[in-house]
């Protein structure tokens, strides 16, 4: 599958160029690795769950069994998420192009970003689980929360506009 993943993944740019003889095949490989990993992410999270199984508690595995779904589904949320800014983002930065200043993609420096973009988007999605499980073992506590929240937000929108590739509203939140 991996010329349909390429295919979909330089839709945003179009055409792309190599500058040495094997940025290509290394690409191809690169972005096969992830993917592949990606796609297993979930098979292996069962596995790890089914290895520790046996040492935990009835609650333990109550706890494991709801964290590790919603965790999987919250970072593929993230992924998803990341597909719908990245043409946003590409556009901004191609935007900087002129006359005399054209934008050539080299292969691997584009996946490079590609994947140094998408996979955060993945992370940050986890924030409300890891919130929750800080706020179940006592680190933070709902008034904490409350009383901080405007900060938390107002920092929040002022590192999404000085760090997001475009200047609308939607990147930002």
Not at 46 to 75: K, Q
């Amino acid at each position: 599958f991996i010329e349909d993943i390429m295919h979909y993944l330089t839709v945003p740019v179009g055409k792309l160029y190599y500058m040495q003889p094997a940025e290509a095949f290394f690409t191809y490989i690169k972005i096969a690795v992830v993917v592949g990993f990606l796609l297993a992410l979930p098979i292996i999270f069962y596995h790890v769950w089914r290895f520790f199984l046996p040492a935990l508690t009835a609650t333990e595995r109550l706890v494991l069994g709801i964290i590790v779904p919603v965790s999987v589904i919250l970072f593929f949320l993230g992924l998803a998420f990341s597909f719908l800014v990245f043409p946003a983002a590409i556009m901004f930065f191609k935007g900087f192009g002129n006359e005399e200043l054209e934008a050539l993609f080299s292969v691997n420096r584009y996946f490079e970003f590609v994947i140094m973009f998408v996979l955060p988007f993945g992370f940050v999605f986890e924030l409300p689980l890891v919130i929750t499980i800080l706020g179940k073992l006592g680190f933070i506590t709902s008034v904490f929360l409350r009383k901080y929240a405007r900060i938390v937000i107002f920092l929040s929108f002022v590192i999404a506009a000085i760090i997001s590739p475009t200047p609308d509203v939607f990147t930002q939140s």
